[in-house]
């Protein structure tokens, strides 16, 4: 389990990374970001503010929090997904099933 410390450098070298790779693929020509790459870099901002938070550094938080909504809102994140009431057809008629083995098996049981 990486420490917390750890944990804020491995964020800040993929979010370096990923800015890295944005700027060698598009290097010559005009480009923009998917919004997959958006909610990418949304999320990486958005845990590097919680951890500069939790460590007491509120300004850096927000600035990194700011960054992570600019993302959110350009990668067209609405919201999570909503909950939908799903239900199947009922059958028309019962089965019933019997569904246990009759045979003996002497060797070991390696189900699992």
């Known amino acids: 389990m990486q420490s917390d410390h750890a944990l804020g450098w491995s964020l800040w070298l993929d979010v370096l ?11 010559g020509r005009e ?7 958006h909610l990418y870099f949304a999320d990486r901002y958005k845990r590097l503010a919680e951890h500069h938070r939790s460590r007491g550094r509120d300004d850096k938080a927000e600035r990194l929090q700011s ?16 909950a ?16 246990v083995s ?11």
């Open 84 to 99: 939908a009431a799903m239900a199947m057809p009922r059958p028309r008629q019962w089965l019933r099933t019997d569904a």
């Open 102 to 112: 009759r045979a003996r098996i002497d060797s070991p049981d390696d189900a699992a």
């Open 67 to 82: 960054r992570a909504e600019h993302h959110l809102e350009a990668g067209g994140f609405d919201g999570p997904p909503f």
């Open 17 to 27: 990374c990923a800015q890295a790779l944005v700027w060698v693929a598009s290097f």
């Open 31 to 37: 480009a923009d970001l998917t919004p997959e790459s």
